[in-house]
């Protein structure tokens, strides 16, 4: 039965638990297998490895295949419409499986789920769904889980505003030596085209102390890379009783012995501190990388977008990060089309593309998000007329990028192994310490390693060097 009430957080972690070691009875030594697809940002793919682990600690195993999985999952997202398409897609899909074993169990969670259009369309057209619900409440996992095998038909559990941020719940990672953490969730800022705020909820910050436990219990595991995650990690620690700075917090995690590597994501223009800055050169296992939205370079459209700084400003942050640490990259996400966007604001845009020098950059051509103000705005751009844009910024983008890339090759950069390469099983593919890609021969002895690599050529999307 779904439970209304809702305990402190240490007891909601303990139900749980509860949950969790009932459910390994019932499934009494078998073990069902199950696949997540994870659409959307690092926060949900986090989020993902907690729905995993919580899983695994069940009995489930991972299954190779979708098709063949007794329990599927989907961990939506809302950002962009296409993400949306693809999930009623796979849907439909899953149908035709699911009659052929009834007993598949078909779950979805995550960003979209809170959308109420969503959920009135799930409920009347999608009956085949099990299990359906929210980001608020994806704790809640377990016990939702034990509901859908105890009682069929479709369950849907969504809460419209978050509960107590419940600490201490199993999660698992796909690498041993990389790690996301948490430290807050939600997020204040309402830009006029984004749903975040709407689906994820206000701004609430993990207590310094859980960040810090978390983070020593995974350099005991042997984690070497941390990326602390965040919609706004310029506003960190704002709210909580005893107030911190994410600077201070940078500074705590530098500390946790064992951790080389410390990334984060992302951080928000407006509100970024000359404190960070200077944190950012005094940490030497803080990343010289850099991930700044821009959106936009028209200082109209900022304001349009609710963005609260103008081009002048970006461009003099861009300035004093590669001013503190000069070997800083800086990455950006970019949105062509945004409704009212001429071509002398497109090209503001591309103004501050090549003035900032980007090292790699997110593109995106605006969609319209329901109940979002830009939504109602009646000067929508005309989409052939968006994607010339885009494809032109594609094209500024890459000589940009290759540009600021030449200056790395001749150069040895310390790489973190991750994996043997996709196309070539003698090649290694890992990420330099500014993020970059790199591919070089090795062995997969190395994976986990951190190696110097002589950068021989630059291919716009990644480097490729030798040991
Ligand atoms: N349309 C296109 N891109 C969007 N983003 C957020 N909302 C939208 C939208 N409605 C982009 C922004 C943000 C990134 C995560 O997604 O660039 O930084
Ligand atoms: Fe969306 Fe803006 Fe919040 Fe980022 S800062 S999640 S773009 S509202």
């Not at 995974?218 to 909580?240: D, P």
């Not at 040895?412 to 593919?429: F, G, I, R």
């Not at 390693?449 to 021989?456: A, L």
Request: proline share 4%; glycine share 6%; net charge negative.
């Amino acid at each position: 039965m779904k439970r209304e009430h809702m305990g402190n957080a240490a007891e909601e972690a303990l139900m749980q638990k509860a949950a969790i070691e009932r459910m390994k009875n019932f499934l009494a030594g078998r073990h069902p297998s199950y696949y997540i697809t994870t659409l959307g940002c690092q926060m949900n793919a986090h989020d993902s490895e907690k729905l995993a682990g919580i899983l695994e600690e069940m009995g489930f195993v991972l299954s190779e295949q979708e098709e063949a999985a007794d329990l599927v999952v989907y961990n939506t997202c809302c950002v962009r419409e296409n993400a949306e398409l693809k999930v009623y897609g796979r849907l439909g899909y899953l149908k035709s499986y699911k009659k052929k074993n009834p007993n598949m169990k078909i779950a979805l969670c995550g960003c979209m789920m809170q959308e109420p259009h969503v959920i009135e369309k799930l409920k009347k057209s999608y009956r085949w769904v099990d299990l359906i619900f929210g980001t608020h409440n994806l704790y809640r996992f377990a016990e939702l889980l034990e509901s859908v095998y105890e009682t069929p038909g479709q369950l849907i559990d969504i809460w419209d505003a978050p509960g107590e941020i419940v600490e201490d719940l199993p999660s698992i990672r796909k690498t041993s030596f990389k790690a996301s953490v948490n430290i807050m969730f939600g997020c204040n800022n309402f830009c006029t085209y984004c749903i975040v705020p709407y689906v994820r909820g206000r701004e609430r910050s993990r207590e310094p102390e859980e960040i810090i436990k978390e983070i020593q219990c995974l350099a005991a595991s042997g984690v070497k890379e941390i990326q602390l995650l965040g919609q706004n990690v310029n506003s960190y620690g704002k709210t909580l009783q005893n107030p911190i700075s994410f600077a201070q917090l940078l500074y705590k995690v530098s500390e946790v012995e064992g951790i080389e590597r410390i990334r984060f994501m992302t951080s928000h223009p407006k509100d970024l501190s000359p404190e960070l800055i200077d944190a950012m050169k005094n940490c030497p296992k803080v990343c010289p990388h850099f991930h700044l939205p821009l959106q936009s370079g028209s200082d109209r459209l900022l304001k349009e977008m609710n963005r609260h700084y103008d081009k002048a400003k970006y461009l003099d942050i861009v300035r004093r990060l590669r001013e503190a640490v000069p070997e800083m990259a800086i990455t950006t996400d970019i949105i062509v089309g945004f409704p009212g966007e001429t071509r002398e604001d497109f090209l503001e845009t591309v103004d501050v593309v090549r003035k900032a020098g980007f090292d790699n950059a997110f593109t995106f051509i605006y969609s319209k998000r329901e109940g979002t103000p830009a939504a109602r705005m009646e000067n929508q751009v005309d989409p052939e007329e968006a994607k010339t844009n885009f494809e032109e910024l594609l094209v500024v983008l890459k000589e940009v990028m290759d540009q600021r890339n030449e200056r790395l090759v001749g150069k040895t950069l310390q790489v973190l192994v991750e994996d043997v390469n996709n196309h070539d099983a003698s090649m290694l593919t890992g990420r330099s310490e500014g993020n970059y890609l790199v591919h070089f021969k090795g062995g997969s002895e190395l994976i986990g390693q951190t190696v110097p690599v002589k950068i021989d050529e630059q291919l716009t999307y990644y480097l490729v060097g030798t040991l």
